[in-house]
């Protein structure tokens, strides 16, 4: 496969520059999973620009999202110059907890997009349009992940074309580009004040966590499947199965906190407010940490004394996979709403 073959646009030059300037030695590349089937190529496509004592090695563990550099481990263990990260922009400082970089050690991470080849048709904008108007919104913002925001132009022109106002909401550098939103931080599109939401890009992980943030109509434009489609109904139903969790989990006395311990996923400050609120319900809790929380492991912990859980680390957790769980598995907001006993207004997902 040529380099140029790749459903991706990946700057080479930048991942080359980057270990020739750090006079890096040994190399992780780290992709999300969908990626990873073209971490061959993608060597493929640098390897002769290498110098020969340069190792690179592909990190072939689950990677979801930015706050999951792992590290910790690497450092442990293979103790590499330079971490190359596709995909992904930075996850923010102010979710996580900083300074977790291995002491002294000089790793280095370079974060590189890879940007969709796919295509969007004017037809699926004026698609999208029209489904935003069945909704009465006139002005939206336009919203994506790292891996479409070139398109963002394209879409919000071809949306004033077909009557409805665009708004891009404006970047957080380096973390977020223009209209960018990733799965635990909706800041941009919230701040945009618009009356619905556009989203860019395949699945429904992204515009259903927008929907929670926003509560407002969201159509999402799939360039894979080359069409747009409306999400709102989904998403009320979502928000709706979300309120009657917190609602379980007002009489919760027990709780179990889920500490991240994932290098983006550890928030201390998180929880100790969490302690905190907890204390002030009157309530008791037990600190459990966790880096990757499975179903199976969330079992074997769980006793008669837990009547609720609390998900510090990826809070996507509770929405996506423990919405079915037995016992409430709640956000940190959801926790606090549930807390405080109030069902208004709905916080998601901090
Ligand atoms: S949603 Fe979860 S996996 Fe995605 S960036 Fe946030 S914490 Fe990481």
Known sequence: MRCSDLQYDIDYDLIVDSIVDNGARRVVIQLPDGLKQYSHSIYKCIEGRLPRWVDVYIHADPNYGACDLQYGQLWATLKPDLIIHIGHSPYPKELAHPGLEPRGSGLKV?????????????????????LLKQHGVKRAAVTTTSQHVHMIKQVADVLRKYGIEPVVPR????????AQIIGCDYRL?????????????????????????????????????????????????????????????MDADNWGVIVGLKTGQYRPWLVERLKKQIIEAGKNYMLIASENLTRESLTSIDSDWYDAFIVTSCPRLPTDDYWDYHKPVLTPGEAYMALKRVLEPYRFPW
Do not use: C, N, Q, W
């Open 110 to 130: 370079v974060y590189v997009p890879a940007l969709s080849r796919t295509k969007i048709s004017e037809e699926m904008i004026s698609e999208a349009a029209r």
């Open 171 to 178: 970047g957080i550098k380096p973390y977020f580009h223009d």
């Open 189 to 249: 599109p919230y701040s945009s004040k618009a009356e619905g939401f556009l989203y860019i890009g395949g699945g429904v992980f992204h515009p259903l966590g927008l929907y929670l943030a926003t509560l407002k109509p969201v159509v999402k434009t799939d360039p894979y499947e080359g069409k747009s489609v409306d999400l709102t109904s989904e998403g009320e139903k979502l928000y709706r199965s979300r309120l009657y969790t917190v609602m379980k989990a």
